[in-house]
Each structure stands twice: as C-alpha cells, then as structure tokens.
C-alpha cells in the first residue's frame, strides 16, 4: 500500500472543502533528489498560466516518490502546493503513475518526469488540444527543433514510432514521450493493460493508436538535459520498448503481421508458378522444375497457413475487445479471405475432387504400370499443391465456423 504524506493543508485536500480540480499533473520520482525541487517548483509556477492556456478550471500537483533512498521525498514535503505520495519500496515508473491516477481527483490526468527534462509551462498547450481537437490523448513530443535530445534516443524514438505506425496506420513521432494529457476515460479505458516498469509510456501510445475509438494528438514541446543521470538503459530498455511494441501491435493487428506475410508467400509461389509454366516451353522437364514445385507447394502452403491465422486471430482479438469486425480493414486481400472462409469447406472439397480424379489419375496408372513416374510426375506434384490448398480452405471454413458460432453465443448472452 502506497503512504501519503501532505506539503499542504489537510483541509485542502478534502473534497467537501475544495473544488474538484479538472487537471490533476502526476510526477514520478525515483531518486531526482538534485532535479525534484526545480521541477516541481517550476510546475507550481507554471499553474496560473497553464490555467489560462488550457482553459483549465483547478488544477492539482500530485509527487509520487516511487520507494526512493535519497532526499527525493524529504525535498518535496518542503514544497507547500505539492501533495506526496510515497511508495515503501521502488515499485517501477508506471507503478508510480498508476498510483498517482487512483489519488488524483481531475477528469483531465497530466503526467511529466521528474528530471526537469519538459517545461511544465506546455501543459497548456497540451490541454488546449485535449479541448479543442476533441482528443482523448494528447503527446507532447520532444523532437521538434531546438530539443538537446541525445542523437541516439533521437533515433530509437523514430524507429519506434515508425514501427507503430506500420500496424495502426497512424502515427506520433514520439512514443516514449514523458509528458502527456488524456482524459480519465481513456486512461480508464488503457490502464489494465498498461506495464508499471519504464515501458508504460511506449505501451500506452501502442495501445492508443491502435484502438480505433480513441483519438490521439501530438503536441510540439520543449526538451532540455536532465538533471542528474539518466536511469535509462539505451539497450536494455530500448530492446524492452521495441519489444513490448510488438507484443501489442501483434496482440491488437495481428492480421497486420500475418495477412502481410502470408500474402508475400503467396505471390511468391504465382511468380515460381508462371517461371515455371514459362520455362517449361521452351526445356526439357528435368530437376529444375521439380525444385520450382516444391518452392510453389512450401510457399502457398506456409502463405494460406498465415493468412488463415491473421484472419481467425484479428477476429477473436476484435471480439474479445468488442471492437467491430475485420471488414473494411484489409484491402481486396482480406476481402478474398474472409468469402473463402464463408465457403472454405465447399472449395476445399472442389480442390480436393480436381486433385484426385483429374490429376491424380496419369501419374497413378502410369505407376501402376511401370512402378515409376516417368513422364507424370510434375502432375502428381501440382496435384500434391492443390491437396495442400484444400486442407487448408477445409480448416479456414472450419474455424470461420467456430469463430462465427461463438460471436453468436456471446451476442446471445449479452443480450
């Protein structure tokens, strides 16, 4: 259980006694005992004028002193205007936030490091946004012109909102961002699956952009160096951000991932098929064409296997989610897919029928004669491919079958 000590008078603390304020700034802190009191005193300071820029009506400063072993917590019950809550013991940055949330009285929740690094001052602007864009979540991105970011933060901070972007189909040029405006709706909406280690604030801007019912926006702000040294770990954390990125985005889009790369498959195994159709004009069948075969068959067997799965996979992420369905986010790909799995058993069995008694039927009487396939053998191969293509439209009807059967079941209990 986090204590809570207070800088200020109790009687300002009581809601009965003092408005509701609509902002609430949470600031972490972690042994920022050389940067806490700057930092906080520049955000007392700043009040008055984040108040007119917003607009906002009655803010509140919340210091959460995540188990810190120096002066960190002694410093900021000097601070009249700050409320203090302390954690015994060192619990991670977004456990610190989370508790700051559960404190805070503000329908508005704002947060921003302890290390001096962000101008309080923007939280202005942050809310104006919040107002006027009709935003659930405002970033405050740190790489505009004149941020003294490290050249390799820099970097890390690009490539990972280039690799968010990649999977929601929108895009904030700072992720990581220490300094941010949501409403407690969207927090509410975010804070089961959000981390309490460093990676809270990589997490919370995957996990935004990539629900559809929330709108994010992005504020320029400044960025100085920190005081004090930096508890960020350039590879082991930036692996921790690029890591749990992923893990989300494929958790939310895996259709994403796996639509992309069985498509790729599968156009690969159409351009082995036509050089093969085409080289066999002009050559003599030999080897070449039996390793052009078995590319095409491994190709489109592994690309329907991953399409399948993106498909089925997206569908019960979106039903667990209660997000509308797959279709409409996919292109013509997915548009294919989704009428095979309305008819997968049906072409299943077509396949299945043209394999057996079509081009299954040469090779196996010319084996029977000669016990050997002389001359039939690429058929018994391309029959080979189209067997393969048939399990697999037979499974993605199968499952389309189950995943349909109980999103009807779920809607029948909600009802």
Not at 229 to 246: H, M, Y
Not at 297 to 307: I, T
Not at 330 to 358: D, Q
Request: hydrophobic share 50%; proline share 4%; charged share 20%.
């Amino acid at each position: 259980m986090a204590t809570e000590s207070v800088a200020w008078p109790v009687e300002a603390l009581r809601a009965s006694d003092a408005p509701e304020p609509e902002l609430s700034i949470v600031i972490p802190a972690y042994n920022e005992e050389r940067g806490i009191v700057a930092t906080v005193e520049r955000t007392l300071a700043a009040l008055s004028g984040i108040s007119a820029a917003g607009p906002v009506q009655g803010i509140e400063v919340i210091v959460v002193d995540d188990g810190s072993t120096d002066r960190t917590a002694e410093l900021v019950t000097t601070l009249p205007g700050a409320r203090l809550i302390r954690h015994p013991r060192n619990r991670g940055y977004g456990a610190a936030l989370k508790t700051g949330f559960a404190a805070a009285r503000g329908q508005w929740l704002a947060f921003m490091d302890g290390d001096g690094t962000c101008d309080p001052a923007a939280f202005g602007a942050l809310c104006r946004a919040l107002r006027e864009r009709s935003a659930d979540l405002v970033i405050g991105t740190r790489l505009g012109e004149g941020s003294r970011m490290p050249g390799i933060r820099r970097f890390g901070n690009r490539f990972y909102a280039q690799v968010v972007r990649l999977w929601a189909q929108r895009q904030v040029t700072d992720v990581a961002s220490g300094m941010r405006v949501m409403r407690r709706s969207a927090y509410d909406a975010l804070e089961p699956l959000l981390p309490d280690g460093l990676h809270f604030t990589p997490a919370m801007s995957c996990r935004a952009l990539l629900d559809d019912r929330l709108a994010v926006a992005e504020v320029a702000i400044p960025y100085i160096e920190r005081i004090g040294q930096s508890k960020l770990r350039v590879l082991e954390d930036g692996w921790r951000f690029l890591r749990t990125i992923v893990e989300i985005a494929v958790l939310h889009r895996p259709w994403r991932l796996f639509g992309l790369a069985g498509a790729a498959l599968l156009a690969m195994a159409a351009v082995v098929a036509l050089w093969a159709a085409w080289s066999s004009v002009s050559r003599p069948l030999g080897d070449w064409l039996a390793f052009r075969m078995t590319v095409i068959m491994a190709s489109a067997s592994a690309g329907l296997a991953l399409v399948t799965t993106g498909v089925e996979a997206q569908r019960l992420v979106d039903g667990a989610l209660g997000r509308p369905a797959l279709t409409g986010r996919g292109g013509k790909l997915l548009s294919l897919v989704l009428h095979c799995e309305r008819h997968g058993m049906l072409y299943g069995l077509a396949l299945a029928v043209v394999a057996i008694t079509v081009l299954w039927v040469k090779p196996v009487q010319e084996y029977l004669a000669h016990h050997h396939l002389a001359n039939t053998w690429p058929w018994f191969l391309f029959g080979g491919i189209l067997g393969l293509t048939a399990v697999q439209l037979a499974a993605l009807g199968i499952l389309g079958f189950v995943v349909n059967g109980l999103a009807r079941e779920g809607r029948g209990r909600a009802q």
